[in-house]
């Protein structure tokens, strides 16, 4: 069992930067591959990045690569996502999510919502212009 929480949203100028951060519980933090999601209003959640287990493998979809950066600290149960040169179109509610999926097929499903078993409760970003 492994609980998330989420930190670090806000409102934020265009061009700005945030660092959202995910404490996670459960003694086997460190084994589960993670990744960072967001919902806009209106719209279907869509996958932002992820990181495998031991942080030397991640994964971003194409609108937040060269902005978005991913990384997690395993001795402190915590994920962070670094948000750089923020645009409007980045405004949603972000959630971290543990993996709970084969880790052989993590590679071909990271980007999937069903490969995620444990949501945080999100953390609304906002972006104005």
């Known amino acids: 069992q492994v609980q998330l929480v989420e930190s670090g949203g806000g409102l934020v100028q265009a061009g700005g930067s945030l660092r959202l951060s995910c404490a996670a519980s459960g003694r086997t933090f460190s084994t589960y591959a993670m990744g960072w999601f967001r919902q806009a209003p209106g719209q279907e959640r869509e996958f932002v990045a992820a990181i495998r287990w031991s942080g030397s493998i991640t994964y971003y979809t194409d609108s937040v690569k060269g902005r978005f950066t991913i990384s997690r600290d395993n001795a402190k149960n915590m994920v962070y996502l670094q948000m750089n040169s923020l645009k409007p179109g980045d405004t949603a509610v972000y959630y971290c999510?543990?993996?709970?999926?084969?880790?052989?097929?993590?590679?071909?499903?990271?980007?999937?919502?069903?490969?995620?078993?444990?949501w945080g409760q999100g953390t609304q970003v906002t972006v104005s212009s």
């Open positions: 999510a543990a993996a709970t999926t084969n880790p052989y097929s993590f590679p071909r499903t990271y980007y999937s919502g069903s490969s995620y078993g444990y």
